[in-house]
């Protein structure tokens, strides 16, 4: 079965950094294309960014230029490298290959203070 496991959240100062980590198994993953979402409290959960198998990208608008998402298909782990954070970046955040509709994983709460 698919599992997820999102790890690399912590408590960042605006304009800090971080390196979200999502290990995946139970499907082809070098052929899925991938997504990171987030859920902030109160809000729905929004697409942040998603990447194909064949290394096209595509991101929220909100994250355009500070986010970039990436892939090692040898270890089957989507990452999603985070730079000059701001404080509504704060949500957990969490991946899955386009299209499941199964179970998210437990996601990695990012916090951002101002």
């Known amino acids: 079965q698919v599992q997820l496991v999102e790890s690399g959240g912590g408590l960042v100062q605006a304009g800090g950094s971080l390196r979200l980590s999502c290990a995946a198994s139970g499907f082809i993953f070098r052929l899925s294309a991938m997504e990171w979402y987030r859920q902030a409290p109160g809000k729905q959960r929004e697409l942040v960014a998603g990447l194909t198998s064949g290394g096209i990208t595509n991101y929220a608008d909100s994250v355009k230029g500070r986010f970039t998402i990436s892939r090692d298909n040898a270890k089957n782990t989507v990452y999603l490298q985070m730079n000059r954070l701001k404080p509504e970046d704060t949500a957990v955040y969490y991946c899955?290959?386009?299209?499941?509709?199964?179970?998210w994983g437990q996601g990695t709460q990012v916090t951002v203070s101002p």
């Open positions: 899955r290959p386009s299209g499941y509709r199964g179970s």
